[in-house]
C-alpha cells in the first residue's frame, strides 16, 4: 500500500489513496495483528456478553437527567469565527470540538485566536489531534506536534482527543498496534502538562478495538465515532444492529475494558446531503435530504441520549455544504433545516429529564419532564398514521421551532420528530403500561 496522504477540501476528510485489492492485502499481511485482538475480545467476551444483554433489557427504563449533552464540531477560519460563535450563541451550545492536523501546523496561530474567542463566549473546547501515516513512521515528529499543542492549547482546551477515525487506512494507521504507538506518548504527556484526554476514537461498529487499547490508554472520557447508517435512519440496522443496541453493546465493551462508569461520548456523526457531489463525504453513494437529515439528527439524538449511556454528542459540523448545518457556498450563509431542528433540541432537551420510553407498535415515544412540564417526544420510522394521544395534550412544537395545531387530542405521527407538552402521572404511568390503549387509538 502507498504510503502518501492526500487531503480533500470538499469534503474535510482524506482521499481513499488505495484501491480494494490494495486494502485486502495490507490487511492480510497484518493478520498477526487481528489473531491478538480476537484474543483480547475473547476474554471479555464472558463478562461482556451478560452485560450487554442488561443493558440492553434495562435501556429506556431509567430516568437520565440531561445536562448539556450537545457539542458542535468547527473549523477555524479567520473570515467566519465570529459569525460561528454567534451561531453557537442562537444554537445555545456551549462547547465545541476542532480539529487540529499534525500536518498544518502553520495554522495554529490562527487556532489560538480563535481558541481565546470562544473562551471569551464561554465555551468549552475541546482539541482533536489528527494523525497522518508520516506520524506512525516518524514518533519523534508526532510526539513533538503534540508537545506543542499542548503547549498552547493546554490552558484552553477542556480535554484533547488522542486521533481520529484511525480505523481507517486512509487515515494512515494500519492496525491497533500502530495507533498504541501514537497514543502511550500522548497520555505520557498528558500527565505532564496536567491535560485530560478523550479516545480512542474509533469510527464505525468496530467495537472490538476497544478492549486492547483501553486496557493501555487510561482516557479521561471514552469516544466513539458512532455513524449507524450515513444514508438511511437511525432505526435502521447493520447486521441486525439498531443505534440503541450499538450504543448498549459499545457501553458494555467500555465497561468490561477500563474501569468502569468512564463517560461515553459521540465525538462525530452526521448524514452527508443529496447533489452536493465533491462536496459530500459518501460521494457517489445514496445520501439523504436536507429534510431527513434534520429528522435523523433529532432522532439519533434522543435513542442515544436517552439511552443513559451516552454524556455527550458533537455533530459534525456547523458549516459544510456536503453535511455542515450551513451551506457557505458562494459566499453566504443558508441555515439548513437540520440548523433548526439541533435549536430546538438543545432549547427543550438541555436540563430535562428523560423519564421513560412509552410502549407503542407504530410510533416512538420518549417521555421527558423539565421545569415542572412533562412532553414526549414522538415520531414514527414507518408509514404516517394519526394518534389519539395517551395524554392530554397542551400544545405541540414541531422540530424545528414552530407551534402546531391540534385537533380532538389528535397528532399525526410521521418520521419529523414533534415535542408534545401534556398532563402525564409517570407515578400511575409505568414504563411498558398503556400499550394497548395506545395500539386502539391508532388509526392507519
Avoid at 492536523?101 to 465555551?123: H, I, M, Q, Y
Wanted: net charge positive; charged share 25%.
Amino acid at each position: 500500500m502507498r504510503e502518501t496522504f492526500r487531503w480533500n477540501p470538499y469534503a474535510d476528510q482524506p482521499h481513499n489513496i488505495a484501491s480494494r485489492s490494495q486494502r485486502f492485502w495490507h490487511h492480510f499481511r497484518y493478520a498477526g495483528s487481528y489473531v491478538s485482538l480476537f484474543a483480547e475480545n475473547f476474554r471479555k467476551l464472558p463478562a461482556g456478553w451478560p452485560l450487554f444483554r442488561k443493558y440492553r433489557r434495562e435501556m429506556y427504563k431509567t430516568s437520565v437527567r440531561l445536562c448539556r449533552p450537545f457539542g458542535l464540531s468547527l473549523s477555524p477560519h479567520e473570515s467566519r469565527n465570529e459569525a460561528m460563535v454567534e451561531c453557537l450563541t442562537e444554537l445555545g451550545i456551549p462547547q465545541s470540538l476542532i480539529r487540529f492536523p499534525s500536518w498544518d501546523r502553520d495554522t495554529l496561530s490562527s487556532c489560538e485566536k480563535f481558541a481565546d474567542l470562544l473562551l471569551e463566549n464561554r465555551v468549552e473546547l475541546t482539541g482533536a489531534l489528527l494523525q497522518r501515516r508520516d506520524d506512525v513512521l516518524d514518533p519523534l515528529r508526532w510526539k513533538d506536534f503534540v508537545e506543542e499543542i499542548f503547549v498552547r492549547f493546554g490552558k484552553k482546551c477542556a480535554f484533547f482527543e488522542v486521533g481520529h477515525a484511525w480505523n481507517r487506512t486512509k487515515w494512515g494507521v494500519w492496525n491497533y498496534k500502530e495507533y498504541l504507538q501514537l497514543a502511550r506518548p500522548v497520555a505520557e504527556l498528558a500527565g505532564k502538562y496536567d491535560v485530560k484526554i478523550v479516545g480512542p476514537a474509533v469510527i464505525d461498529f468496530e467495537f472490538h478495538l476497544y478492549p486492547p487499547v483501553l486496557k493501555e490508554i487510561p482516557f479521561d472520557k471514552v469516544s466513539s465515532l458512532l455513524y449507524v447508517d450515513k444514508v438511511g435512519p437511525p432505526e435502521n440496522t447493520q447486521f441486525g444492529w439498531d443505534t440503541a443496541a450499538k450504543v448498549a453493546l459499545l457501553k458494555a465493551a467500555v465497561d468490561v475494558s477500563a474501569v468502569k462508569g468512564k463517560d461515553l461520548w459521540i465525538t462525530e456523526v452526521n448524514w452527508p446531503l443529496k447533489g452536493m457531489g465533491e462536496y459530500s463525504p459518501a460521494s457517489g453513494k445514496p445520501n439523504v435530504t436536507e429534510e431527513r437529515q434534520a429528522d435523523y439528527l433529532v432522532r439519533y439524538n434522543i435513542l442515544t441520549l436517552a439511552s443513559g449511556f451516552v454524556e455527550r454528542i458533537y455533530w459534525w459540523q456547523l458549516v459544510a455544504p456536503g453535511y455542515g448545518l450551513i451551506d457557505n457556498r458562494e459566499g453566504g450563509w443558508r441555515k439548513r433545516p437540520s440548523f433548526f431542528a439541533l435549536k430546538t433540541l438543545v432549547a427543550i432537551l438541555d436540563g430535562s429529564t428523560f423519564v421513560r420510553k412509552i410502549d407503542h407498535p407504530h410510533a416512538k415515544l420518549f417521555s421527558f419532564t423539565k421545569d415542572g412540564e412533562n412532553f414526549v417526544v414522538c415520531w414514527t420510522p414507518g408509514p404516517n398514521f394519526e394518534l389519539d394521544f395517551p395524554f392530554p395534550v397542551k400544545r405541540i412544537v414541531g422540530r424545528d421551532g414552530q407551534d402546531e395545531s391540534l385537533t380532538d387530542n389528535r397528532i399525526l405521527i410521521d418520521g419529523s420528530p414533534k415535542y408534545v407538552f401534556c398532563e402525564v402521572d409517570h407515578a400511575k404511568k409505568k414504563s411498558g403500561t398503556g400499550g394497548a390503549s395506545q395500539t386502539d387509538a391508532v388509526k392507519k
